[in-house]
């Protein structure tokens, strides 16, 4: 993927890049708000990384400018600031999605990956299907290989966002903001519970288990895309 | 700056000196109009005694003629003395048949007053036509009438110098006892820039306006003093709170950097490290969110969006029963449908979660929320409790009871409970649910119509 990333602290640019290198994307760095606002309107990108704090013109403000002008490129805002009114200001001004510093570099991954693959918005199936499993949105039934699985409205929830994104890792935080919009880490393990419990209610002797568990990144549901 | 300079420049020199001025143009004007006033009124009286003179001589004129008038002015131009009355008698043609010589400068033929400018000084000159064409002039010398006027002006004067002197030396006296006292407020205040925090204004104790501003200013340096206090605890909290996990850290780094490198063990040493780190930034995330919220007004009441309370604690709820089955425990939950609230959802929810996290964590085997329609909310449970001395206490940043010092947690949850609370202008109250812990946050002022 190119991938375009706006940032001026060096450290935290040269080590983002570096990363995003060795799992094999083109990563092109702008150090100033202008740099990156030019860059941004001027070239072809799959997923832009910008901070919100620049020198010159801000995350939020190359954003709306982008916006304004018709670029639909998913945008990543990496802030400081990782609070529920930035964040919906964040949000408001066209961002895809919203990243607080400091985050794990997994997570990151996980999330331009999510925003590469963002599917654009059709209509909604009725039917969501990966592998063996499958969900009726219309009836909410849960089926793995043909036979019904006894789901509680949290665990449906939890499903659905996974069946919507198969073969992506997602995180314990993506998990928390896209199933329980909670946009903090409760001190219970909430969503290891969760996962959990899926995974038991999924499993069939005989068969795979549906969940994987990356370790020290996330779960992923499907074989990787 | 000179100390003369400093006074000039002060607002109470200001004020003498434009006392001062004031009296000073009262003074003049007074004087003036009293001078003006005076003379004119010298002017009239001597202008009367001529006009009484003159018809003295008039009557002396109608009994004896003009041999007894001539006779008269003749003796009375004999006996004058100094200042006293001048007269003369003319003949039509304007020569003077007897009198003064000194009015001879008097024009021909003048009828009425008129002010004769003479060698020996100005008189003032009524001339009269008697029959025959005879004109009499009646006279007195004007200086001692200016004379009278002049000393008057020199005494208004004097006073009026005098006052301006009083004035002055009053808005000085004035200025330098105000300079005295402001001087010793603002030495109060350095003092209390310098690092003083419990330094106060100085009070005269005469309760008038200085004192009133000081003692509002004392008042605002007490909340301060309170607040700069509160301030410096939670950075020794933080301090403390945070030197635990990270020379932890810094043990497991070190002990793994002497070891032998080994694949497996290294990792697990990273992974550990990494927990570690990570209740160190929740820690740091769980203040900075405190902080905005502490900072933030309250959410205005009628304006903030309106939100399905019950749908909102539902399905948190759901998902905290499940937690609660794995860990063994049992959460009830009991929601009354339809409860609307004006707020924010994320901090709602936030709040929520703090509270279920508490309970689990420190509550015992039964948790129970309820959601009562006002809406009200009570999380409880029914572990140990929180004693009712330690209930005040368990609200602020850092507080935690001794008992659950080993268990996980910032110590930050009831601090984030009480501030989101605050911003939906409530608060919460922690009581004994017998046995255990009940918290209620009553958030029937934020309640919305749906």
Redesign the interface.
Same mark, same amino acid.
Request: proline content about 7%.
């Given at each position: 993927m190119r991938i375009l990333l706006i940032e001026d602290d060096k450290t935290t640019a040269d080590y983002i890049a570096k990363g995003l290198q060795e799992i094999g994307h083109v990563v092109q760095v702008a150090r100033t708000g202008r740099d990156g606002m030019l860059l941004a309107a001027g070239e072809a990108w799959d997923v832009i990384v910008t901070d919100r704090m620049l020198p010159g013109p801000d995350g939020l403000t190359i954003l709306r400018a982008l916006r304004a002008s018709g670029i639909a490129t998913p945008v990543l805002v990496l802030t400081a600031l990782?609070?529920?009114?930035r964040r919906v200001e964040g949000l408001d001004a066209g961002a895809d999605d919203y990243l607080?510093k /400091?985050f794990?570099f997994s997570e990151l991954r996980a999330r331009i990956a999510a925003l590469a693959r963002r599917p654009t918005p059709t209509t909604d199936p009725v039917l969501l299907q990966v592998g063996d499993i499958e969900m009726d949105l219309l009836k909410r039934v849960v089926r793995r290989n043909g036979q019904p699985v006894e789901l &509680? /409205?949290?665990?449906m929830r939890l499903l659905e966002f996974m069946l919507r994104r198969p073969g992506q890792v997602l995180t314990k935080t993506m998990l928390l903001e896209g199933v329980?919009? &909670?946009?903090?880490? /409760? *001190?219970?393990? &909430?969503v290891e519970?969760?996962v *959990?419990?899926l995974r038991r209610k999924l499993s069939l002797e005989g068969l795979p288990a549906p969940i994987q568990t990356m370790r020290?990144v996330g779960y992923m549901l499907g074989a990787p895309t | 700056m000179s100390a003369i300079g400093r006074l000039l420049r002060s607002f109470a020199l200001r004020t003498a000196l434009l006392t001062a001025f004031g009296v000073l143009g009262i003074s003049a004007l007074g004087l003036g109009l009293g001078w003006l006033r005076s003379s004119a009124a010298l002017e009239e009286a001597l202008d009367s005694t001529i006009r009484a003179e003159a018809e003295l001589l008039l009557g002396d004129f109608q009994r004896f003629g003009a041999i007894g008038l001539t006779r008269a002015v003749e003796a009375r131009t004999r006996d004058r003395t100094p200042s006293a009355i001048l007269v003369q008698l003319r003949l039509p043609d304007g020569r003077p048949v007897a009198g003064s010589a000194r009015l001879s400068g008097a024009p021909m033929g003048l009828r009425g007053f008129v002010t004769l400018k003479a060698p020996e000084g100005p008189v003032r000159t009524l001339g009269i036509g008697i029959s025959n064409g005879f004109t009499l002039l009646v006279a007195a010398e004007f200086g001692a009438v200016l004379d009278t006027a002049a000393t008057l002006a020199r005494t208004l004067l004097a006073a009026g110098a005098i006052a301006v002197l009083i004035a002055l030396g009053f808005g000085l006296f004035m200025a330098r006892g105000l300079q005295l006292r402001l001087r010793r407020v603002s030495e109060a205040a350095e003092q209390v820039i310098r690092g003083d925090l419990a330094r106060r204004l100085p009070l005269a104790g005469s309760a008038d306006e200085f004192d009133r501003l000081a003692g509002t200013v004392n008042t605002l340096l007490d909340r301060q003093e309170a607040l700069i206090e509160g301030m410096r605890q939670v950075t020794v909290d933080v301090a403390h709170d945070l030197r635990g996990p990270l020379s932890r850290l810094r043990q497991r780094l070190e002990a793994a950097l002497a070891r032998a490198r080994d694949p497996n063990a290294d990792g697990a040493a990273f992974?550990a490290a990494?927990a570690e780190l990570d209740t160190v930034?929740?820690t740091f995330?769980a203040l900075? +969110?405190l902080a #905005?919220l502490e900072a933030g007004p309250p959410l205005p009441p009628q304006e903030a969006p309106v939100l399905d309370l019950s749908a909102l604690v539902a +399905?948190?709820a759901?998902?905290?029963a $499940? $937690?609660a089955e794995?860990a063994g425990k049992r959460l009830e939950v009991q929601v009354a449908p339809n409860q609307h609230v004006h707020g924010?959802?994320?901090?709602l929810? #936030?709040m929520l979660?703090?509270l279920?996290?508490n309970a689990?964590?420190h509550g015992g085997q039964r948790l129970r929320v309820t959601l009562h329609p006002g809406p009200v909310l009570d999380v409880a449970d029914d572990g140990p409790g929180i004693p009712a001395e330690e209930r005040a206490r368990v609200l602020r940043r850092f507080y935690r009871l001794d008992r659950s010092r080993g268990t996980?947690?910032?110590g930050l949850?009831l601090a984030l409970v009480a501030a989101v609370a605050k911003l939906h202008g409530t608060a919460p109250t922690l009581s004994d649910a017998a046995p255990g812990l009940r918290v209620r946050v009553d958030l029937s002022g934020a309640k919305a119509e749906n």
């Open positions: 990782g609070e529920v009114e607080a /400091p794990a &509680l /409205p949290t665990e329980w919009d &909670l946009n903090f880490d /409760p *001190s219970t393990n &909430l519970v969760h *959990s419990r020290g | 992974e990494l930034l929740a995330t900075l +969110r #905005q +399905r948190l759901e998902a905290y $499940v $937690v794995e924010d959802a994320a901090l929810r #936030q979660t703090n279920l996290d689990l964590t996980p947690g910032s949850g």
